[in-house]
């Protein structure tokens, strides 16, 4: 995107001119303070000349060249704007700065997004839906080395395991197997896949060593013991709801803050106590809902790609935000090209669960468009995704995302490719300036 494009955007999101810095240098360094006189003191970020890193100068003076993380390894920065949130629960609960949380994506990201979150005073998540007990360690202790002290939010899923009907699973197999013909693949040859665990007592143990701040559950709550022992490990525990029952049961089952999830969102739904597709709200709708319903604080989930989505879901009543597409756009992300693809041409999300089984928001591609979006023989979830496995692989291979979840959510045609760190003071900066406006800040 060039700069007056870049600018233009920003500018929708509530920036004005006025920046301390010369315009030539706007496009790149978006999150960097408005000029001092203009707004409170405490409502710019500072960087003292002794905390600057020598990376940052430079950056300064080369204003073409793009900004990354790794240039603020090493470097304090100063963050003062996190006084202006005139709702400081989730921020007080969390320690942070900004009442952005950046959603955990299994498969779609590593420490390095969170890292660059972090350290721009958001929350950082890891998510563990798909890691192993080590590599959940060691994306764990990588974190920590590369922004020590800010607190970290381990995700996990809560599903019920799969029962395996061999009716459905042959029903299911006998509709894939035209794919496997047509790529030449042996129908009876099983790919390994990489699973989808849920939450149980030794993941558990793994997280009462690590001590992660903030534990996030998906689908639901695990059982109360295992709530219990998370609780006692000193973290904070949040979950998400798609509905005002499911909220009200994670209140009172001892979450501190619960995630609204609109429909909107990219990737499954977290729905838990309903299967039904109709108890699935926007997040305009349902946000302010939840927060009628329960005493927690709300973050508000799905459809929030920019600063405008972002004030509008906090005057909704949401005390935070809970961001994933728009972080997909981040170079830090790891997606396959195809899905980047996607992301950049804008393609319709659509709900389905042919992909894995249960309900999620991805780029409609060949497989939902010719099974789907929505089978009722398609095994339980994560199964289905299984039986696709070689199917994606092959067609990945040859550089196409026909076979595999690209997961996003319909706020994907705002995303914007810029590193995390930039991102998230973007978005920061972006709604509380339109809060300002609004009166509201
Ligand atoms: C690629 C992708 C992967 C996701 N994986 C997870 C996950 O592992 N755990 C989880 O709790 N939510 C997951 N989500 C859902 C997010 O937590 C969040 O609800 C969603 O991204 C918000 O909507 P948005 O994408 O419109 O911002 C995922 C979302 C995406 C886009």
Known sequence: MGREARERRFRRWGHQPGWVLPRAIFATLAFFPKAPQKRPKADFVTFSKANLGGSIIRHLRDANRPFTNAEFAGSEISIESQSMWTDRRLLDLFGI?????????AGAMDTALAVGVARAGGLASLPGGMLSHEQLRDQTEKFRAE????????????????VHNNARAN??????VPYYE?????????????????FDGTMCTVVEQLKPEIVSFHYGLPEATLVKRVKDAGCKIIASA????????????GCHAVIAQGVEAGGHRGMFLSNEITTQLGTFALVPQIADA??????????????????A?????????QIGTAYLFCPEAKITSPHRTALKSGGATVLTNVLTGRLARGFVNRIIRELGPISDTVPDFPLASAALAPLHEKAQAGGSGDFSAMWAGEAAPLG?????????????????DLLRKTGKN
């Open 242 to 253: 798609t509905t005002s029952d499911e909220a009200r049961f994670l209140e009172d089952n």
């Open 171 to 176: 029903a299911w197999h006998n509709k894939l």
């Open 313 to 321: 879901a906090l005057l909704l009543g949401a005390a935070a935000v």
């Open 416 to 432: 914007i490719e810029m590193p995390a760190f930039e991102l998230t003071q973007a978005l920061a900066e972006g709604a509380q």
């Open 182 to 198: 047509e790529f030449g693949l042996d129908s009876n040859v099983q790919v390994p896949t990489r699973n989808r665990a849920a």
């Open 147 to 162: 922004a020590p002290g800010k607190p970290l939010n381990l995700n996990f899923f809560t599903h019920k395991p799969p």
């Open 97 to 105: 700065a900004h009442p952005i949380v950046q959603a955990p994506m």
């Open 294 to 311: 329960i005493e927690l604080p709300v973050i508000a989930s799905g459809g929030i790609g920019d600063a405008r989505g972002v004030a």
